[in-house]
C-alpha cells in the first residue's frame, strides 16, 4: 500500500463538509468558512501524468495540476488556520498547529487585532446555531487545543471581552451562518475532496504496526489488537457508504449524474496521489 499526498491552497470548506456530514454516518473532520488547510512543502514534484482515455465531456480531467505533499519532511509552517471573530462581527486568520491552545489563540488574536489590553481579559468563545435557530455560546477552556478540529459548520470562533456582557452573535448574523453552513458536495473542488480523504487515510495508515497485517491474516493473538488496522478497513466501508448515500438521496436526475461524475473525478485525483483505498471504495 503506497500513499503519495499532494498540497492544495485551497481554502477549504471540505475539511469541516465531510467532517460534519461523516460524522451523521460514521465518517469524520472539520471546517468552516472559520477552517483553512494547509499543508506546505519545499520540493513540489512535478504533477503526474493522467494516463488512459478520458471523456470528451470532461475536458477538466485532463488537467493535472496539483503538487505533492511530503510527510517525511517537517512543514515550516503551522499547517491550520483558524478564523477568529469579534463582536463587531471583524475576523481575522490567526495561523495554528493541533496542539495550540485557546489561550494562545486569544493571544494571537489580541495581536491581529491591535487591542492594547491583557490577555487575561479576553477568552476564547464558541457560537454555534442549531438548525433551529437556536444560537448556542460557551467559553472554551484556556488549554483546549485541536480547536480546527472541533468547531462545526454552522459555527464561529469570537474573542470575547470578559468584563463586558456583548452580544457576540445576532439572529441576523446566525441566520447568515446557518445559510452558509448549507454545502453539497459539487460546490466543492473534486481536487481538495481527494486531497482530504488522502491526508486522512494516510495518518491511519501510518499508524498501523507491520505486525498487525500478519496477526490479523493468521488470526494470531496481537499486543496492539490490530486496532489501527481495523479503523483504516472501517475508513474504506464509511467512505463507500458515503458515495452511494450521496448519490442515492439526490432525487433529481441531472443533479445525480453530476454528482456521479463528480466522485469520478475524485476518484481520478485519488489514484493520482496513489490513494487506491479511496479510489476503489468510490468506484465500486
Same mark, same amino acid.
Given at each position: 500500500?503506497?500513499?503519495?499526498?499532494?498540497?492544495?491552497?485551497?481554502?477549504?470548506?471540505?475539511?469541516?463538509?465531510?467532517?460534519?456530514?461523516?460524522?451523521? +454516518?460514521?465518517?469524520?473532520? $472539520?471546517?468552516? @468558512?472559520?477552517?483553512?488547510?494547509?499543508?506546505?512543502?519545499?520540493?513540489?514534484?512535478?504533477?503526474?501524468?493522467?494516463?488512459? %482515455?478520458?471523456?470528451?465531456?470532461?475536458? @477538466?480531467?485532463?488537467?493535472?495540476?496539483?503538487? !505533492?505533499?511530503?510527510?517525511?519532511?517537517?512543514?515550516?509552517?503551522?499547517?491550520?488556520?483558524?478564523?477568529?471573530?469579534?463582536?463587531?462581527?471583524?475576523?481575522?486568520?490567526?495561523?495554528?498547529?493541533?496542539?495550540?491552545?485557546?489561550?494562545?489563540?486569544?493571544?494571537?488574536?489580541?495581536?491581529? &487585532?491591535?487591542?492594547? %489590553?491583557?490577555? @487575561?481579559?479576553?477568552?476564547?468563545?464558541?457560537?454555534?446555531?442549531?438548525?433551529?435557530?437556536?444560537?448556542?455560546?460557551?467559553?472554551?477552556?484556556?488549554?483546549?487545543?485541536?480547536?480546527?478540529?472541533?468547531?462545526?459548520?454552522?459555527?464561529?470562533?469570537?474573542?470575547?471581552?470578559?468584563?463586558? %456582557?456583548?452580544?457576540?452573535? $445576532?439572529?441576523?448574523?446566525?441566520?447568515?451562518?446557518?445559510?452558509?453552513?448549507?454545502?453539497?458536495?459539487?460546490?466543492?473542488?473534486?481536487?481538495?475532496?481527494? %486531497?482530504?480523504?488522502?491526508?486522512?487515510?494516510?495518518?491511519?495508515?501510518?499508524? +498501523?504496526?507491520?505486525?498487525?497485517? +500478519? @496477526?490479523?491474516?493468521?488470526?494470531?493473538?496481537?499486543? &496492539?489488537?490490530?486496532?489501527?488496522?481495523?479503523? &483504516?478497513?472501517?475508513? !474504506?466501508?464509511?467512505?463507500? &457508504?458515503?458515495?452511494?448515500?450521496?448519490?442515492?438521496?439526490?432525487?433529481?436526475?441531472?443533479?445525480?449524474?453530476?454528482?456521479?461524475?463528480?466522485?469520478?473525478?475524485?476518484?481520478?485525483?485519488?489514484?493520482?496521489?496513489?490513494?487506491?483505498?479511496?479510489?476503489?471504495?468510490?468506484?465500486?
Amino acid at each position: 500500500m503506497c500513499f503519495i499526498i499532494y498540497k492544495t491552497n485551497y481554502v477549504s470548506t471540505v475539511t469541516m463538509f465531510l467532517s460534519c456530514y461523516c460524522s451523521d +454516518i460514521g465518517i469524520g473532520q $472539520s471546517q468552516d @468558512d472559520s477552517i483553512v488547510g494547509l499543508r506546505q512543502t519545499k520540493h513540489i514534484p512535478p504533477a503526474l501524468p493522467v494516463s488512459g %482515455t478520458l471523456s470528451s465531456s470532461n475536458p @477538466d480531467l485532463l488537467q493535472s495540476h496539483h503538487r !505533492i505533499l511530503d510527510f517525511n519532511t517537517t512543514p515550516d509552517l503551522p499547517d491550520q488556520v483558524l478564523r477568529v471573530f469579534k463582536a463587531d462581527q471583524q475576523s481575522r486568520y490567526i495561523m495554528i498547529s493541533k496542539d495550540t491552545t485557546a489561550k494562545e489563540v486569544v493571544v494571537q488574536a489580541i495581536r491581529e &487585532f491591535a487591542l492594547t %489590553t491583557t490577555p @487575561d481579559a479576553y477568552s476564547l468563545c464558541e457560537v454555534s446555531v442549531t438548525p433551529e435557530g437556536v444560537i448556542k455560546q460557551r467559553r472554551l477552556p484556556d488549554q483546549l487545543s485541536k480547536l480546527a478540529d472541533r468547531i462545526q459548520l454552522s459555527g464561529r470562533y469570537y474573542l470575547k471581552n470578559n468584563m463586558e %456582557t456583548e452580544t457576540l452573535c $445576532s439572529d441576523e448574523d446566525a441566520q447568515e451562518l446557518l445559510r452558509e453552513s448549507q454545502i453539497s458536495l459539487l460546490q466543492l473542488s473534486t481536487i481538495e475532496v481527494a %486531497t482530504q480523504l488522502s491526508m486522512r487515510n494516510f495518518e491511519l495508515f501510518r499508524n +498501523i504496526e507491520p505486525t498487525e497485517y +500478519i @496477526d490479523d491474516l493468521f488470526k494470531l493473538k496481537s499486543k &496492539f489488537n490490530c486496532a489501527n488496522l481495523k479503523k &483504516f478497513e472501517e475508513v !474504506i466501508n464509511q467512505e463507500t &457508504f458515503w458515495v452511494a448515500s450521496e448519490i442515492l438521496r439526490e432525487t433529481n436526475q441531472l443533479k445525480r449524474m453530476k454528482i456521479i461524475k463528480h466522485f469520478i473525478k475524485i476518484a481520478l485525483h485519488c489514484r493520482e496521489c496513489k490513494n487506491f483505498n479511496s479510489m476503489f471504495a468510490i468506484i465500486r
